[in-house]
């Protein structure tokens, strides 16, 4: 079995963790930031362990949809969940436009206080892949920070907005 990569991206909010908390856990706040450049749509949000967060960028007339499976929510601490490709009934399968992207993704958020901001490490990292699926995954990683930094713009005006 090949060692599994792991991406990780720091960066530091200009906000209270409870106000960058609710950026990744109100739907409405999420789907405006998640998938920056593409309609998010969010079908479903269980906010809870085992909870579902059913989840469709569209783009065009093409849609990708994802479900998330949290293992793990700590209030303003820490989101981990299980991140896969579905098909239109939601069930899981493999990227349509990547074919040895991981089934699974693990994702972990952590939400920590530096003075008045907050600091969010996100770190991505298959889960229970193959070997192909760790190479693609880790031939991807240098391509990770557009898409979230993009989104962590949006976040920025975002916090902006709620703090006026």
Known sequence: MSEIPEYTLDRMFDAPRSMVWRTWTEPELLSRWYGPGVDTIIHKFELKPGGEWLNEMKFGDNSDLSKMV???VVPREKLVWHHSSTD???KIISNPM???WPRVVLT???FEDMDSNTKVR???APFEATD???ACFAGAMDRFGKGWQSGYAII???LKEMQA
């Open 70 to 72: 949290f293992r793990e």
């Open 88 to 90: 239109a009934d939601w």
């Open 98 to 100: 990547m074919a040895d």
């Open 108 to 110: 972990t958020v952590t």
């Open 122 to 124: 996100l770190v991505w």
């Open 132 to 134: 192909a699926e760790i």
């Open 156 to 158: 920025d005006e975002m």
